[in-house]
């Protein structure tokens, strides 16, 4: 009676998402229309990667007992394949995470005008002649699996309750910094489409022969990350659970819980 209904839980993964991409993928234009024709810094990247990593904080706290506040679709597949999460629930999340990252980028282009389309509107990508394919791949994959693997540690039953969502903005934080500077760091497949697509559509442009390194690389990251997790930390009482459980119907439904 007290748990939210399917359309709850998908308003909530737009939303989340969103928020996820109006802050921490808006940062990156708002920076560039601020500094002109200045530079990029370090201290730019900090700031950068705080953005994401404090509105990733605000969306667990605010969102995870509502939907377990995904907001990205490498953590609703890694969740799925571990049996963490229904497979009939993932595409309508999949759907709604997709949808609010592309709402949004177009809320950024609204808010920061024609601008932040000229400035690239945060969109992923990787300059092939500094970073190769391999490169980027590995990039995004380690970067999504720091990520996971974190979420996997702070959801698990063993784990000190109250310090998800600080655990995993600082995860974020932290993965940004070093991936960054090869890829943009983007970490999850919807954060990646989403400003692409609404980039593309506002004539901005985009490489979308890039696009299959960031999706590959991050659900492949996320894939492991779930797994690995339960290989270093799950019990036999874990396996017993597991085994017990009947495919299809788990006890939980999301990261949140």
Known sequence: MDDNNPWQKLAAEFLGTAFLVFVGVGSVPAFAIVRGAAPFTGSELGFISLAFGAIVIVTVYVFGYISGNHINPAVTIGLAITGKFRWAHVPGYLIAQVLGATAGALAIAAVLGHAAVKAGLGV?????????????????????????????????????????????????????IPVAPATGAAINPARVFGPMLVEQLLGGTVQWDQIWVYLVGEILGGIAGAVLFGVVAHTAMDRATRTETVSGDVALEGAGR
């Open 124 to 176: 992923a990508s990787f300059n092939p002649q500094v970073t190769s394919i391999p490169q980027a791949l590995f990039a995004e994959f380690i970067g999504t699996f720091i990520l996971v693997f974190a979420i996997f540690g702070v959801i698990y039953r063993k784990a000190v309750p109250g310090w998800a969502g600080l655990a995993i903005g600082f995860a974020v934080f932290a993965a940004i």
